[in-house]
């Protein structure tokens, strides 16, 4: 891949040196493609930054809208919604008005999807309706409207609407019958989240059998699932059924030996097998499992662990270019707010020299006034600018760190005698991750993380940053009396309950879960801007 990057950096020079920025633009969003694929999230930017400004300089629309789209899906990859959001609303403001039903569909759905993992849930579905509307209009676009439905169904999920996507599952899924497979599975999916665990273990096996079928029908051949297995297992259990869960367990090793694909699954049947066995008294079995479970759950964790060394190394250095950024965007606003007050100053003195000037008085005033009325105006889009810069400022800094950076240019360290450092991630995260969508990961990461954060605010405490899947927060930072250690201990208890809730909800609908890691110490602390 390196190579390729070379070849990309070649192809940009040539195009440069004839001076064809279309070119130009083609080649560095491949160089950006790569350069994230091999993890340089910071050059990525800067060649997805660079060609929007060439395609603005060809004056091409369309090449303009597919710069921007692109930065738009490296935001969205990297967790940055907001950013995505407004790279794509630029996109959109952009598109010829006459663009067809189906491009202002995927719009539709692109734009839902980010809205739904910023929690924007009432948004999301706004935007999925009118997605629906445009692709019923649309003659043979079934599959496009079926994955709008989904998606709705999915951001109803996610809402905690439980019982409205109930609804629409059990609607889907009569209209529908002979069709897509799914509606019964998120017609499961919906009761076992509202709890109803035994209408979710009876109504199971017959929505397996439809997708087993719809499968056969559509690829001539039949397919078995291990995730199913591992479904089953648990709902039999949460019904009280461990001798079940425990005949299908032994199901699933017997059909499924472990592989890459399939280790989250191995990890899963063996922690429910150890369970169901040990209810059972099948003591012998139940250690068997759990060893096997500890043993396959330790290596991804060492796996997990070198990798994340790698993710947070690469995300701290991305924090640092978008401090840097923010400084250096706050500092040239006010160099331009300086000018802008200059100029100010200039067209005053040019007007009062202007009064005795008999008869052209008037028309020059009316020239000024006009110059003045634009200077202004000018002046409050810069002062617009520093505000939003600010804002971006404290969302990176503590409100004290950033006024003194603001005043005096940088910011002193500081001793404290004592603060309380917490810090989570979570196990197996890698493997889960291998797993899940990008979009499901990223989703459910930022689940947790508000969730945090709403702990946290209520109890006073600073967050300090995330890194990939680790979240770091202290208290008595930077107030000493704002918080004690045991609001630190407290809010990490919160924490876990909650990732235990979670656990729950996930594991009943067969979805991948995380289980929190928390360390806490408490001790002097010395805090400062690197």
């Given at each position: ?5 070379e070849?990309?950096d ?19 969003l ?49 967790s ?32 839902a ?107 001539g ?8 297995y ?19 367990s032994?199901?699933?090793?017997a ?36 060893a ?9 964790r ?20 978008l ?6 965007h706050?500092?040239e606003?006010e ?26 008085v ?36 503590p ?45 459910e ?32 930072l ?18 876990q309950?909650?990732m ?12 991948p ?16 801007i690197?």
């Open positions: 891949m390196l190579r390729g990057v070849l990309a070649s192809v940009v020079h040539a195009f440069a040196e004839h001076e064809n920025r279309c070119g130009m633009v083609n080649a560095m491949v160089r950006a493609s790569t350069n994230a694929y091999l993890q340089r999230y910071q050059a990525a930017l800067e060649d997805h930054l660079v060609s929007i400004s060439n395609a603005e300089l060809t004056r091409d629309t369309a090449l303009l809208i597919e710069a921007i789209s692109a930065l738009k899906w490296f935001f969205a990859r990297r940055m919604y907001p950013e995505a959001l407004e790279a794509m609303d630029r996109a959109i403001a952009l598109r010829p008005d006459f663009s067809k039903n189906e491009q202002l569909t995927d719009e539709n759905a692109d734009r999807s980010l809205l739904d993992q910023s929690g924007r849930f009432h948004e999301a579905l706004s935007e999925l309706e009118k997605g629906i509307g445009r692709s019923a209009s649309i003659p043979a676009d079934s599959l496009r409207l079926f994955m709008l439905l989904q998606k709705r169904f999915e951001v109803l999920m996610h809402s905690g609407a439980f019982e409205a996507a109930l609804n629409m599952a059990t609607e889907k899924a009569a209209l529908d019958p002979g069709g897509m497979a799914s509606w019964p599975l998120k017609r499961v999916e919906a009761l076992d989240s509202l709890g109803r665990y035994h209408e979710a273990l009876e109504e199971f096996p017959n929505a397996i059998a439809r997708v087993k079928r719809w499968f056969l029908n559509l690829t051949e039949e397919v078995d699932f291990g995730e199913r591992v479904q089953q297992a648990r709902l039999e259990l949460r019904v009280g059924d461990p001798g079940a869960t425990e005949r299908t032994r199901t699933f090793l059909k499924f030996p472990i592989d890459r694909l399939n280790a989250e699954e191995h990890i899963h049947i063996h922690q429910l097998r150890a369970e169901a066995c040990a209810r059972l008294g099948q003591w012998k079995e139940a250690y068997a499992s759990r096997r479970y500890d043993q396959l759950a330790d290596s991804i060492r796996h997990d662990a070198a990798l994340e060394r790698t993710r947070f190394q690469l995300q701290y250095g991305m924090q640092q270019r401090l840097a950024d923010s400084l250096n706050r500092l606003k160099r331009m707010t300086a000018q802008a007050e200059t100029r100010l100053a200039g067209e005053r003195l040019r007007r009062n020299g202007l009064l005795f000037s008999g008869t052209l008037g028309l020059a005033a009316l020239g000024l006034w006009g110059r003045l009325r634009t200077t202004r105006r000018a002046k409050a889009q810069v002062e617009r600018e520093q505000a939003r810069s600010e804002r971006l400022l404290l969302n990176i800094l409100f004290e760190v950033a006024q003194e950076l603001k005043q005096k240019g940088e910011a002193q360290a500081r001793h404290f005698d004592q603060a309380t450092i917490l810090f989570t991630d979570f196990k197996g995260f890698t493997e889960a991750s291998e797993r899940m969508s990008a979009q499901e990961l990223v989703q990461l930022n689940a947790c993380f508000k969730a945090f954060d709403k702990i946290i605010d209520k109890r006073g405490i600073e967050k300090i940053k995330t890194i990939g899947d680790a979240y770091m927060c202290a208290g008595g930077p107030d000493p009396g704002s918080t004690s250690p045991a609001d630190v201990v407290t809010a990490a208890l919160e924490m309950a909650f235990r809730l979670r656990k729950v909800q996930r594991s009943a609908l067969g979805l879960v995380f289980e929190m890691r928390v360390g806490i110490h408490t001790g002097p602390v010395i805090a400062g690197v």
